[in-house]
């Protein structure tokens, strides 16, 4: 059983920067395909970046695309989202997930992960 727990959120001013983290247990973090989602009130949750087993594969959708950036260091078994130039618009609580061992790259929709934390809340004040 794979488990997955964010930390990172925070308060934050617009045009502010924060960097979530996704620590990873009972499997290698090497062994998944990972991704970030996030959801804001009364919305559905969205993909917000994709990242491959190396960390050489990344996918970003548009709305924080030249803003946010993922990574991951498979020794610390922790995948990262460097959130840059915050707007308002960013609040919601950001999640990480991962797909099952054998996926081959990240997908846009939620359903085709099968591990979720439980979340950590970014809210961006303007």
């Known amino acids: 059983q794979v488990q997955l727990v964010e930390s990172g959120g925070g308060l934050v001013q617009a045009g502010g920067s924060l960097r979530l983290s996704c620590a990873v247990s009972?499997?290698?973090?090497?062994?998944?395909?990972m991704a970030w989602f996030r959801q804001a009130p009364g919305k559905e949750r969205e993909f917000v970046a994709g990242?491959?087993?190396?960390?050489?594969?990344?996918g970003y959708a548009d709305p924080v695309k030249g803003r946010f950036t993922t990574s991951r260091d498979n020794a610390k078994n922790t995948v990262y989202l460097q959130m840059n130039s915050l707007k308002p618009e960013d609040t919601a609580v950001y999640y990480c997930?991962?797909?099952?061992?054998?996926?081959?790259?990240?997908?846009?929709?939620?359903?085709?992960?099968?591990?979720w934390g439980q979340g950590t809340q970014v809210t961006v004040s303007s």
């Open positions: 009972g499997r290698s973090s090497s062994d998944h395909v």
């Open positions: 990242i491959g087993w190396s960390g050489g594969n990344t």
């Open positions: 997930a991962a797909r099952r061992t054998g996926a081959i790259d990240y997908s846009f929709l939620a359903a085709s992960y099968d591990y």
